[in-house]
T-cell receptor, first 117, second 111 residues
Framework: NAGVTQTPKFQVLKTGQSMTLQCAQD?????MYWYRQDPGMGLRLIYY???????DKGEVPNGYNVSRLNKREFSLRLESAAPSQTSVYFC????????????????FGQGTRLTVV | AQSVTQPDIHITVSEGASLELRCNYS??????LFWYVQSPGQGLQLLLK??????LVQGIKGFEAEFKRSQSSFNLRKPSVHWSDAAEYFC?????????FGKGTMLLVSP
C-alpha cells in the first residue's frame, strides 16, 4: 500500500525557473494538502483541496498554484521559483469531513527537497 | 484561528529516562489533537490522536498523551526513551478544513 507518493524527491532549480511537484494518493481520500517545512517554522499550509474540484489558500500561498487533477492527484506549481521557496514540501491526504472542524488524521508523503539557487 | 505552541525547541534525554514533550493549543471549540514524529529525511508518522472520550490516549511505540482542557495542553510522554526515539516531534490541532502544526521539538537521546 503506497499511501501518499510525491515526485520528485529532490530538485534543484535556478531562480525564475518553473516546476510542478506531483502528489498522488491511493487511499480514496477526498481531501489533499500541500505543506512546506522550514527549520524552526514547523509545517505551514500552502494550499488544500477539501474535495475534488475545489482548492483553497492556506497560510502561505504566495508564489504557488495548485491543481486538483482528479480525486487521486494534487499538484503544486512554482511559476517562477525564488530562493525563498527553498524548502521541503509535503503532500498529505485525509478522509472527507462535512463542514466545520476537520476530524480526521492526515497521511503524509515522504517529501520533496527543493533548492532554488 | 487555531494555533499550537511547543515551548521546547530541543530536549535532551538520557536513554532509559522518562520523557515529556509539551504542547499547548488554542482553539475555540473542542479540539482534535495529534502528535506526529519525523525521523531525519522522512515524512511524518502519526503517533497518536485525541478526538473525544478518555483524556489519556495511547499511541504507537509506547507513547501516550494526556488532554487537559483546563490547561489547553496535550503533552506527550514516554516512560523509558530508546535511542531510536531521537527525532522531531510535532503537535497539531485541527480547525476548519485544516491541520495546524506547532514548530516542533527536536528530541536528542544521550547514551
Amino acid at each position: 500500500n503506497a499511501g501518499v507518493t510525491q515526485t520528485p524527491k529532490f530538485q534543484v532549480l535556478k531562480t525564475g525557473q518553473s516546476m510542478t511537484l506531483q502528489c498522488a494518493q491511493d487511499m480514496n481520500h477526498n481531501s489533499m494538502y500541500w505543506y512546506r517545512q522550514d527549520p524552526g517554522m514547523g509545517l505551514r499550509l500552502i494550499y488544500y483541496s477539501a474535495s475534488e474540484g475545489t482548492t483553497d489558500k492556506g497560510e502561505v500561498p504566495n508564489g504557488y498554484n495548485v491543481s486538483r487533477l482528479n480525486k487521486r492527484e494534487f499538484s503544486l506549481r512554482l511559476e517562477s521559483a525564488a530562493p525563498s521557496q527553498t524548502s521541503v514540501y509535503f503532500c498529505a491526504s485525509s478522509e472527507a469531513w462535512w463542514g466545520g472542524q476537520m476530524n480526521t488524521e492526515a497521511f503524509f508523503g515522504q517529501g520533496t527537497r527543493l533548492t532554488v539557487v | 484561528a487555531q494555533s499550537v505552541t511547543q515551548p521546547d525547541i530541543h530536549i535532551t534525554v538520557s536513554e532509559g529516562a522518562s520523557l515529556e514533550l509539551r504542547c499547548n493549543y488554542s482553539y475555540g471549540a473542542t479540539p482534535y489533537l495529534f502528535w506526529y514524529v519525523q525521523s531525519p529525511g522522512q515524512g511524518l508518522q502519526l503517533l497518536l490522536k485525541y478526538f473525544s472520550g478518555d483524556t489519556l490516549v495511547q499511541g504507537i511505540k509506547g507513547f501516550e498523551a494526556e488532554f487537559k482542557r483546563s490547561q489547553s495542553s496535550f503533552n506527550l510522554r514516554k516512560p523509558s526513551v530508546h535511542w531510536s526515539d531521537a527525532a522531531e516531534y510535532f503537535c497539531a490541532v485541527t480547525g476548519y478544513s485544516t491541520l495546524t502544526f506547532g514548530k516542533g521539538t527536536m528530541l536528542l537521546v544521550s547514551p
